[in-house]
Each structure stands twice: as C-alpha cells, then as structure tokens.
C-alpha cells in the first residue's frame, strides 16, 4: 500500500483529503500536526508553486529529521494550495484567503473583512458569485516528480454567516444547488461537490494508477 504524506498543517484539510481520497483508494495517509513545527513560507505568485513550496518545505524537513523520515518510509508527499476567489473583488481574497487580515487571522476576522470589503464595493451589490480552487501538488519521491491537479467549487457569498461545520469561509460560501451554506453541509455532502474533492479524487487515482504500474512490473 502506498505511503503518502499529506503536508498541510490544517487539521480540517487533512480530514477532508482522507475522506475524498479513502473512497477512491485503499492508501496509508498520514498528517503531520502542528506539533512537528515545519516551517513553510507561502511567498509565491501562484497557487501551483505555493503548492510545490509545500512539498519542499516537507522534504526539508524530513531530511533533518532522517529517523522519521525511515520510519515513515513515504512513497509520495501531497499538497495543495486553495483560495477563495470573489469576482466583484477581482478575484481577492485569492493567494492571501488564509491571510487576508494579516498572519495568522482568525477565519471570524478574515470573514469579517470580506463582508466589509463587499459592502465598500459598490460592484458587490449586483453580484456576489465567488469559487473556491484547490490546486493540488502530487511528488513522487522515487521519481523526483511533480504534478499537479485542479479542482473548483462555485457559489455566492452571503451576507451573513449561517452553520456550524466546516471550517475556513464555509460559512459564508452559500451553494445554490443545496440552498444552504458549506458550513450547513454535512462533511460527506460537501466532500462529494467540493473544489478540493475534484482534486483528490484524480491525485488518488493516479497514485492508484502507479501503484498498479510497480506492481505489474514486479
Ligand atoms: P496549509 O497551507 O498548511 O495546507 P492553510 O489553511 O494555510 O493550510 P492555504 O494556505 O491553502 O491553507 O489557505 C487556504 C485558505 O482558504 C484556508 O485557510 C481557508 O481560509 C480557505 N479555504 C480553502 N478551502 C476551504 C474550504 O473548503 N472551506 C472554507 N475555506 C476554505
């Protein structure tokens, strides 16, 4: 079975991807938390290499850390980058979604600011549509090799939060075809129709794919 490293420092990410990803494949997962401290600075101009800056700062720390690294023996290291991209704002919050406010902003205070920013806006008032992406990066540590994978999700943004679950934007991200927001959704509702099931779905398929190549070679 395949070892696979999901670098992301967010819990709520991580449980997501293993629910996408476990319906498509049967893959060990595996989540380093906050605890681990890895060190990555998100300074690029696009979401692939924000991505890829992920992986890298996974590897980096793995090879400073060469006990766990044997120990954990992973065949493939995962990653994505995802943002909300709000059309009357030009497509911002964008690259910065996780930081609109500053570094480490709470998601209350990041929705805060976006429902100001829109209401400041006087193109907000005529539309509202809005899309999460979600660019996944997939390294193939045996073949030094990186891909990446995209998946969207569109939807309007409310003028007010509603629900509980989820995490992020969720609440204010409403999804015309449920008529309720993302953070109204239960997570195997929202783990069929979101931007980053639409990128695991194919990460886990082509891991699947090259699994299946090694062993046909064997
Ligand atoms: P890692 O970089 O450690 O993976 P992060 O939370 O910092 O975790 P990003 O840099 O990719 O992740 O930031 C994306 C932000 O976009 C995230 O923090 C949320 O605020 C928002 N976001 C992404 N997907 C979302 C979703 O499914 N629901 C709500 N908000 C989402």
Redesign the pocket.
């Known amino acids: 079975m395949a070892n696979i490293l999901i ?4 819990a709520h ?1 991580f449980q ?1 991807i293993e629910a996408i990803m476990g319906k498509v494949a049967a893959l060990n997962l595996v989540y380093l938390d906050k605890s681990y401290r890895v060190e ?1 600075i ?1 300074d690029r101009e696009t979401y692939e290499e ?1 991505a890829k800056t ?1 992986v890298e700062g996974y590897l980096k720390f793995l090879d400073e850390n060469q006990e766990l690294k044997a120990k954990l023996n992973f065949d493939f290291i995962v ?6 991209e709000v059309e009357c704002l030009g497509g911002a919050p964008g690259l910065f ?2 930081r609109y406010v500053g570094e480490n902003a709470s ?1 209350t205070a ?1 929705i805060e600011k976006l429902l100001n920013d829109m209401k400041l806006k006087k193109e907000c008032a005529g539309s509202r549509h809005a899309k ?1 992406v ?1 660019y996944a990066c997939l390294y193939d540590i045996k073949k030094n090799n990186f891909e990446y994978f995209y998946g969207e999700l569109n939807g309007l943004i409310a003028g007010e939060i509603s629900g509980t679950k ?5 609440p204010v ?1 409403f999804i015309q075809a449920f008529n309720k927001t ?1 953070a109204q959704l239960n997570s195997s509702e ?1 783990n069929k129709i ?3 099931a639409t990128a695991f779905k194919k990460v886990a398929e082509a891991v699947s794919k090259r699994e299946q190549c090694k062993s046909d070679d064997k």
Do not use: V
């Open positions: 670098a992301t420092g967010n990410k997501e990555i998100e924000n992920k990653s994505e980058d995802s943002g909300l979604t996780a998601d990041n999460f979600c989820g995490f992020g934007y969720d991200f993302a929202k979101s931007h980053r």
